[in-house]
Nanobody, 122 residues
Framework: QLQLVESGGGSVQAGGSLRLSCATS???????RGWFRQSPGKAREGVAL???????LYGGRVRGRFTITEDNAKNILYLQMDSLKPEDTATYYC?????????????????WGQGTQVTVSS
């Protein structure tokens, strides 16, 4: 089982930026890996995924504002979040190891981090 530990969450004003990190116990390059988020009372939402040799997929609400990258030498997955909006407020989770690799299928991911809170104020 992969160990995933997120960091980098915090509070920021609308229009600001944050970078989330997900430190992993080993390289994720052979896995589908990415980020999901969830707000209280709302369904989990796929934010961004990497599949294969680093091909990105983005959810419609973050495309053009968020960027998913990874550092294979350090075994870290990143989510750069720019132009943040209040509706981006959520707990963000790193996830890996899914046979379907779909933003719509969070339940297919086997390994999850504990989450990091992002709060965007207007």
């Amino acid at each position: 089982q992969l160990q995933l530990v997120e960091s980098g969450g915090g509070s920021v004003q609308a229009g600001g930026s944050l970078r989330l990190s997900c430190a992993t116990s080993r390289s994720l390059s052979g896995y589908c890996r990415g980020w999901f988020r969830q707000s209280p009372g709302k369904a989990r939402e796929g934010v961004a995924l990497l599949y294969g040799r680093g091909h990105p997929l983005y959810g419609g609400r973050v495309r053009g504002r968020f960027t998913i990258t990874e550092d294979n030498a350090k075994n870290i997955l990143y989510l750069q979040m720019d132009s943040l909006k209040p509706e981006d407020t959520a707990t963000y989770y790193c996830a890996a190891n899914s046979p379907t690799c779909s933003l719509m299928s969070g339940a297919d991911f086997d390994d999850w981090g504990q989450g990091t809170q992002v709060t965007v104020s207007s």
